[in-house]
C-alpha cells in the first residue's frame, strides 16, 4: 500500500502538497498528512504522480518532520544580552522579547544606521535556506529595494559554471532529466548524482539497463562512482585540460558532426587550430588521466548514440572553473549530440524559467539609486573589515575589464547585516575573516532562523523562520521543468514567522507605506503566476498548481533545446569563438590554465619562520576539496541528530601515498592549515581519491566541530575566473598529525561536540 493510500480514506488525517524548499536539483513534489485535530504534521513522503520525484525523498529531506518538531527550533525572537560568538552556553546570552519589542528596537537601529552612514551600510545576506520565489527573495527584495541597502552579488554555488555556460550555449537549457534514460553513453562529470541529484539516478538505470554505459569523471571514488562502470579519477581543476584533449581526437580524427557544426556553431577553425597542442600525452600530464584512455574516451563519445553529459556544480568551484565548464560545453555541439533524445548536457534546468516575470514580485521600482553597490557574498570577510581596501575588494566584479573602485565608489563600512536562508559563519570562504566581522561591537545583526546557527550566535537579534511545512511559495527546478507550489501543512511552530511575513513587519516598522508590504503571501503567488505571459507558462496556471501541486513548463515533449541550433546567442549558434568573452577580457576560445597561473605566484604563501621542524620536513601542499557530506545539505541539516550521526564527525580523507609521507594513520587527529587557519580533523586513509587530493566532507558547522571550527578556515576568499565564483575546491593546505601518541586515535563513532 502506498502511503497516500495509507491516508487517503482516514477521515482524521489530511494531506497536503507541497514541494522540497531546498538546494538541490530535484526540488521534489511532496505530501505531507496531517492529524486535523492536532493540526500536527505525522507524516512525508515523495508524491508519487510527479515525473522526476515518484514517490522517493533523499534520506535527508525524509527526515523533515524531524528538523521541523527538534527541541532546537527556536520560537520567540530573541535579544542579545551577553558577548557575542559561540562557545558553550551560547543560549544564556540571549533573552526573548516580544515580536513588537524586536521589530521596534529593530527598526530604530536600522534607521540610526542609515541616518549616519546611507543606506548602502545596511547589507543583506542569504542563500539557499529556501530557493522560494517569496520566501527566497520575493519580499526580501522588496524591503531592502525600499530600504535602499547594498546589494548581495549571490555567487557562492555555481556563478562561475554559469557563466562559462551561457558564453558558449546562450542559457542554462539541456538535456531533459527523464531523457538521460535513452542515452547510450553517460558521462558524469564532477557530480555525485546519488547524493546531490538521487532522482536522476532512476533515468540513468533506466538507460544502464537498454545498455548504456556510465562514466564518472571525478577526483573521488564517490558513492555514484562505485555504482557507475567506470571510474576516471581526475586531478581537481583540470577538467578543462580533458575537454581540449577530447576535442583534439575528435577534430583530429575527423570524428565531429560536419553538417551540425557547420549550421550550427561559430569559430570552428579557431577552435581546431587551438586543440591541436592539446595532444592526450598533454592532458594526461596534467590531469592524471593515461593519455590512451583519453583517447579511447574521446572516440567512444563522438560515436556513440546518443550520448549525454551531466555536470554539477563542485567541477566548477576552481580558480578556472568557468572557462572549464565553457570547454565542457563545447562538446555535444561538435559531435551532434543535441540532435537526439538522450544526447546533450546538463548543467542546469533553470533557464527554462530565466523568462519569468518577477518584477511585480520583487518592485525594483521602489529603489530610488540604482547604481547602489554589489558585494560578492564570497567576500563577506572583506566586505565586514573596516579597511577601505578589503571593502572594495568585495565589490563584484565578475568580468576581467571590472576594475577594483576607488574614493567614494568604494562605499560605507557595513554597519548593519541581516542574514537570511544563510549560515555564513559556517558556510563562506575564509572562515576566521568572517568571524572577526560578526564580532564587531559596531556591526548590527539580524538574524532569521530556525536554530542557533554559528551565524546566529554573533546575531543582536534573532527572529524565529517557519519551516516549509508552515508557509506558502512557489518553486522552480534547476534539475527538471517543473513549476511546484507548497502550501502550508501545519500552523506556524511557536511564534515563528515565514521570511515574507518578517520583512513585511519590518517595513511597517520602518514606516513604510506602499501597498505591496500590505498583501498577503497567497495573493501574492497568484498575481505572479497569473501574470506571466510567455508561451513557456502557459501550462502553469494557478488552478493547475492548487491542483496538482506542480505543472510542467509548456516544452515540447521530447525537449531538444538545441537540435536545430536556436541558441539563444548574440550570433544565434553554439559559440566556439565567443566575441563577447574577448569583449569582457577573456580569451575567446577554449583553453585551460592551472589555479596558480590564474591566481598568480601569491595564491599559496609558504611556511612562516615559526613553523616547527616537524612541519618543515614535509613542505609539500595537497589540494582541499569540500563537498557535501553525504548526510548533509550545505548546512541545513546539520542540526538533525540522525543525520549527524550518520556523519559522525568532521574528517579528512586521504590517498594512502599522501598519509604514509607524513606518517598519517587511519583515526589519527590531524592539522589542516594554510596562511588563513587550521582545522582539527580526523584522518580516514583511503584509495578512492586521486594522490595530492585530500577531501573533507561538509559542510558541519563549527559549533559541531570539536575544536569550533570547520574546512572553511583554509578556504580563500579569491574569486574563480568567472563571475566571481566560489574557489572551495582549489584550498591548497599542508597537513600533519596532531601530536604524537596514541591518544590522538579517535574510535570511528565518536560524537560530535555540540555546543549548545
Known amino acids: 500500500m502506498s502511503r497516500i493510500d495509507l491516508y487517503a480514506n482516514d477521515p482524521a488525517v489530511s494531506v497536503v502538497t507541497g514541494a522540497c524548499p531546498h538546494d538541490c536539483p530535484d526540488t521534489c513534489s511532496w505530501q505531507v498528512a496531517v492529524n486535523r485535530e492536532s493540526g500536527t504534521a505525522i507524516d512525508i513522503w515523495g508524491n508519487a504522480s510527479h515525473p522526476i520525484t515518484q514517490g522517493k525523498l533523499c534520506g535527508k529531506v525524509d527526515r523533515y518532520l524531524e528538523r521541523t518538531y527538534h527541541s532546537g527550533r527556536l520560537t520567540t525572537p530573541l535579544r542579545r544580552v551577553g558577548p557575542k560568538g559561540g562557545g558553550r552556553n551560547v543560549r544564556g546570552r540571549f533573552e526573548p522579547v516580544t515580536w513588537e519589542t524586536a521589530l521596534a528596537e529593530i527598526a530604530t537601529r536600522l534607521s540610526a544606521v542609515v541616518d549616519e552612514w546611507g543606506s548602502q551600510a545596511v547589507l543583506p545576506y542569504s542563500y539557499s535556506g529556501t530557493l522560494g520565489y517569496l520566501q527566497g527573495e520575493g519580499m526580501a527584495v522588496r524591503f531592502f529595494n525600499r530600504l535602499g541597502a547594498s546589494k548581495l552579488a549571490r555567487t557562492i554555488c555555481s556563478e562561475a559554471g554559469f557563466e562559462g555556460y551561457l558564453y558558449t550555449l546562450g542559457a542554462t537549457l539541456g538535456t531533459a532529466t527523464e531523457d538521460y534514460a535513452h542515452a547510450r553513453l553517460i558521462l558524469i562529470w564532477g557530480s555525485n548524482t546519488l547524493t546531490s541529484n538521487l532522482h536522476l539516478w532512476q533515468f540513468i538505470q533506466a538507460a544502464r539497463k537498454a545498455g548504456a554505459r556510465v562514466i564518472v569523471i571525478d577526483p573521488a571514488r564517490t558513492r555514484t562512482a562505485k555504482a557507475a562502470d567506470e571510474w576516471l579519477a581526475i586531478r581537481p581543476g583540470t577538467d578543462g585540460a580533458l575537454a581540449l584533449a577530447l576535442m583534439h581526437v575528435i577534430i583530429g580524427e575527423n570524428l565531429h558532426d560536419a553538417k551540425y557544426v557547420e549550421k550550427y556553431t561559430v569559430g570552428f577553425d579557431q577552435l581546431a587550430e587551438r586543440v591541436k597542442e592539446w595532444t592526450p600525452e598533454r592532458a594526461a600530464a596534467i590531469t592524471g588521466i593515461p593519455a590512451e584512455r583519453i583517447r579511447s574516451l574521446a572516440v ?107 574614493g567614494e565608489q568604494i562605499g560605507p563600512p557595513v554597519k548593519a547585516l541581516i542574514v537570511y536562508n544563510a549560515n555564513p559563519a559556517a558556510a563562506t570562504p575564509d572562515q576566521s575573516a568572517v568571524m572577526a566581522g560578526l ?294 593546505v599542508f597537513v600533519a598529525i596532531a601530536s604524537d601518541g596514541a591518544q590522538n586515535r579517535v574510535s570511528s563513532d565518536k560524537s560530535p561536540v555540540i555546543a549548545y
Open 300 to 406: 567512444e563519445y563522438a560515436t556513440t548514440r546518443p550520448t549525454a553529459i551531466r555536470v554539477n556544480y563542485g567541477m566548477q568551484r576552481h580558480a578556472g572553473g568557468g572557462m572549464a565548464m565553457r570547454t565542457i560545453a563545447c562538446l555535444p555541439a561538435l559531435v551532434g549530440s543535441w540532435q537526439e533524445q538522450g544526447g546533450g548536457i546538463q548543467l542546469s534546468t533553470s533557464g527554462g524559467f530565466r523568462r519569468m516575470d518577477l518584477t511585480g514580485l520583487q518592485r525594483p521600482d521602489l529603489r530610488r539609486d540604482s547604481s547602489a553597490r554589489t558585494i560578492n557574498m564570497n567576500r563577506l570577510g572583506d566586505a565586514l573589515s573596516l579597511d577601505p581596501a578589503r571593502i572594495a575588494l568585495s565589490h563584484y566584479r565578475p568580468r576581467p575589464i571590472d576594475p577594483i573602485p576607488s
Open 439 to 732: 564580532a564587531r561591537e559596531d556591526l548590527f545583526t539580524v538574524v532569521m532562523e530556525q536554530f542557533q546557527t554559528d551565524t546566529a550566535d554573533y546575531a543582536d537579534y534573532i527572529l524565529p523562520a517557519a519551516t516549509q511545512l508552515e508557509q506558502w511559495d512557489i518553486h522552480r527546478a534547476y534539475g527538471h521543468n517543473f513549476l511546484s507550489l507548497n502550501r502550508p501543512a501545519i500552523g506556524p511552530v511557536g511564534e515563528s514567522l515565514p521570511n515574507a511575513e518578517m520583512f513585511r513587519r519590518l517595513a511597517h516598522a520602518l514606516g513604510y507605506t506602499d501597498d505591496c508590504f500590505r498583501e498577503d503571501d497567497e495573493t501574492i503567488l497568484r498575481k505572479l503566476v497569473q501574470s506571466q505571459t510567455q508561451p513557456e507558462f502557459a501550462t502553469c496556471t494557478w488552478e493547475a498548481l492548487l491542483r496538482d501541486g506542480y505543472a510542467r513548463l509548456n516544452l515540447p515533449d521530447p525537449y531538444l533545446p538545441f537540435a536545430q541550433g536556436n541558441y539563444p546567442t548574440a550570433s544565434g549558434k553554439c559559440e566556439f569563438y565567443s566575441q563577447r568573452m574577448a569583449d569582457d577580457g577573456y580569451d575567446p576560445l577554449p583553453t585551460y590554465e592551472s589555479g596558480e597561473q590564474i591566481l598568480g605566484i601569491g595564491y599559496f604563501e609558504p611556511l612562516d619562520d615559526s613553523a616547527s621542524e616537524s612541519e618543515i620536513s614535509n613542505t609539500q601542499y595537497l589540494i582541499c576539496i569540500s563537498p557535501p557530506a553525504h548526510s548533509f545539505l550545505n548546512t541545513s541539516f546539520g542540526v538533525v541528530d540522525r543525520l549527524r550521526g550518520r556523519e559522525k564527525e568532521p574528517v579528512l580523507q586521504m590517498h594512502p601515498t599522501d598519509a604514509a609521507a607524513r606518517q598519517i594513520g587511519d583515526g589519527d587527529v590531524v592539522r589542516v592549515w594554510n596562511e588563513l587557519g587550521e582545522v582539527a580533523l580526523t584522518a580516514r586513509v583511503t584509495e578512492d581519491l586521486v594522490p595530492g587530493t585530500v577531501l573533507a566532507p561538509g559542510v558541519w558547522w563549527a559549533s559541531h566541530s570539536p575544536d569550533g571550527r570547520n574546512i572553511n578556515q583554509v578556504v580563500r576568499q579569491d574569486e574563480a575566473d568567472m563571475g566571481g565564483g566560489a574557489c572551495f575546491y582549489d584550498a591548497r
